[in-house]
């Protein structure tokens, strides 16, 4: 599975990247906003840290804006995707920008039949929000895993992104789903790595080698 980071703060991408566990990063309008940056500045940098996938949400919801702002977009650095919302003017402009090789990721996907219609019409990701299905008392690991099936069955090359996680069950169950991918909040992504039990073993083991020292 895929790690991206769901986040456009410079200092976690940089921390976590480190770690060799990002594999690209997704971004919107509200997220971009919250660093007090310019759009453009914030979304080239990131492209310059992060070897994978950015996405970068295009602004207009009719088909012809959508078009035009994803050509732009695609101009600033060669591994930008261009995040597109689950419209009928959204997959007329994803059809349009998949034959002119630029890669998309088609957003707010809440069923099965909306990720296949995105695939088809030559979405490189499509991304079911698991925690806002979940909101709504709707199975978000159980539709991902129908949209897996589905994907799978027809012989259609979209990456899945699971979108909308909010904890770290819902990274393994998408995981264990085949989900391709998961995107996943800077402020997440420690508790990952982290568990109780790992911490009470460190403090046995150094509690032991202290003890050893003093009785050598």
Not at 43 to 48: G, H, Y
Not at 75 to 100: D, F, H, Q, R, Y
Not at 140 to 146: I, L, P, R, T
Request: proline share 3%; charged share 25%; glycine share 8%.
């Amino acid at each position: 599975m895929k790690f991206f980071l769901d986040t456009a703060n410079i200092e976690e991408i940089k921390r976590i990247n480190a770690l060799g566990l990002v594999d690209g990063v997704t971004t919107n309008p509200t997220i971009i906003a919250r660093e007090g940056r310019d759009f453009k500045e914030v979304v080239k940098e990131i492209c310059s840290i992060v070897k994978g996938p950015v996405s970068a949400e295009v602004i207009g919801l009719d088909t012809e804006s959508m078009v035009k702002e994803a050509r732009e977009l695609a101009t600033w650095a060669e591994n930008i995707v261009v995040k597109i919302p689950m419209t009928e003017a959204g997959l007329k402009a994803v059809n349009i920008l998949s034959k002119e090789g630029i890669k998309t990721n088609v957003t707010l996907i809440f069923s099965v039949a909306q990720g296949l219609l995105a695939a088809k019409a030559g979405a490189t990701y499509v991304s079911p929000f698991v925690g806002r299905l979940d909101d709504i008392a709707t199975d978000g690991v159980e539709m991902v895993a129908q949209l897996k099936h589905v994907l799978s069955s027809y012989g259609l090359k979209s990456e899945i992104i699971a979108a909308s996680i909010r904890s770290l069950a819902h990274v393994e169950e998408t995981a264990a789903v085949g989900a391709d991918i998961a995107t996943i909040p800077g402020d997440l992504f420690p508790k990952l790595w982290a568990h109780p039990l790992t911490d009470k073993g460190i403090d046995q083991f150094m509690k032991d080698w202290e003890g050893f020292q003093k009785n050598k």
